[in-house]
């Protein structure tokens, strides 16, 4: 054992900028087909959109948002588990990442699952209170709840940061009540 082991630190040495370079590559790869997922997401291609982030995926396991977006177009196909899947994934890899508490919480929602709608929303509103989307929907989730002061609180915060969404706020609060009232009249206490 002459050599000892100066021979191997350096021969990982050499290789651990190889290992680093084709890990920016996957990366940079995956949010390559991340992008091009949500192009065609935004023309309607939800299949082909799935497929982009299903490639994202193998070339980058770590990124929550592939997991994420994938758990977005699952959930435009009434994959609700699987979307829900995705969620749990990307919070896993990136659990101050707000976007897949705010998925996780409007899938839920769509469940009629309203109280873990309202803990994933606050969470998403807690790790960015900038995030108007996660308001107006934890609003609406609350308007299910009969808790109308909270609900009203979360739709001031909703207009402060998107002023001119005023038109879906109020489709919103429609179509919240509208499940409200059809609830209230199945199950009258």
């Known amino acids: 054992m002459k050599y000892g082991i100066m021979p191997a630190i350096l021969g990982l040495m050499v290789a651990c900028p190889v290992a680093l370079a084709q890990k920016a590559a996957a990366s940079q790869s995956a949010r390559l087909y991340v992008e091009r997922g949500c192009k065609l997401f935004a023309k309607g291609e939800i299949s082909n959109a799935i497929a982009d982030f299903e490639v994202a995926i193998l070339f980058d396991p770590t990124y929550a948002t592939a997991y994420n977006d994938r758990g977005i177009e699952r959930a435009a196909l009434g994959e609700i588990d699987k979307a829900l899947a995705d969620f749990e994934r990307a919070i ?4 101050n990442f707000a976007a897949p508490f705010y998925s996780r919480g409007v899938a839920q929602l769509s469940l009629g699952r309203v109280d873990e709608a309202i803990t ?3 969470r998403a509103t807690w790790i960015d209170p900038t995030f108007a989307a996660a308001y107006l929907n934890r609003g609406v989730a609350l308007v299910l709840k009969g808790q109308q002061n909270e609900a009203d609180r ?12 005023r038109a879906e706020l109020e489709q919103r609060l429609n ?6 009232i059809t609830s209230a009249a199945r199950n009258p206490h």
């Open 92 to 95: 896993l890899l990136k659990p």
């Open 154 to 165: 979360d739709f001031r915060t909703y207009l402060t940061l998107a002023p001119d969404n």
């Open 175 to 180: 179509e919240a009540r509208e499940k409200w």
């Open 120 to 122: 994933s929303l606050s």
